[in-house]
């Protein structure tokens, strides 16, 4: 099975993206995580464009066409999401194979909802499947946890295995066409 | 009186930016109504560019700096603010000259409200003043006009006509330093 994790932050530092890193870090053999890269590297959505797509669009709607299910995490700026992860949903409006996707919504500030809230609205509307039990709040804002350090963290390490769990759940119980290798919770 | 009108589409027929072009031509001697281009030049947000601000960040602060006043008019795209404006306001996030500027919000999709109320949120977070009588529907969304069209309906241009002398008297009650040439409504 093949997540793609997207980060709504472009800091080096971020804690959402080093969380994703340590996702693909703690996942089974099973499972193939990874970390997308490029959408620091799309342009802001221009729909005049939409009838020849610039190159780091097209390599991002083939990232997520090819994977099963999408996992986000986004921190929340002034009470909304970041303009890089909408920006990057932007693109992928009308883009069909988005459509009936599996998605986890990660939290890592679990006292910030607005973002979160408007990211699930706005997957919703694009008919993405937020599937609830991988959508899991991480208290991590503050905790001053670099990539390593959550690794270590049994707790945080078992949450993200947890959500990557739910969504293999999800995508086997409705395609039948993943094999899973270990027990599902 | 100056003030800084800001699309959230980048789209050249959008008629978020079409309304802002009738604003500035409608827009009486003492205020220059100013639609901003560069907002598609802007990067997407990184803090850790905060150190060092890209040139068309600086530009774009340059411009909001200098206004009195903000006027934002944005679609909705997926139930959700669009990445482009977002982005914007990522920029000005503890920009201090943001701080305490009043704006106004259209909203040319009254039906839609997502968008709107996100973008209410944001603003009013970054310690924006939203001056509501201001802040006025006008619905546009499959009205089928262009630009012209706009100019040439009694009722748009007096729309825009009041969101201009609402914002230029919430500024002139409050700083006393901006002179209003015509009666206020």
Redesign the interface.
Known sequence: MKILALSG????ASINTMLLRVMAQVAPRDIQVSVYDG??K???????LESRYPAPVLEFHRAVAAADALVFASPE??????????????WL?GFEPFAAKFVAVLNTSPRAH?ADD?LR??L???AAVVVEPASISIPLLGAGLDESAMAATPAIAAAVLECLRCLQHAVVSTSGSVTAEFPLG
Do not use: Q
């Not at 799309?42 to 005049?48: K, M, R, S, T």
């Not at 700026?77 to 932007?90: E, M, P, S």
């Open positions: 932050s472009l800091r080096a959408l620091g799309l342009p802001l959505f221009n729909a005049d700026y002034a009470h909304g999401v970041t303009g890089t992860i909408k920006n990057a949903l932007d409006v607005h408007a609205e706005t919703k509307t694009m």
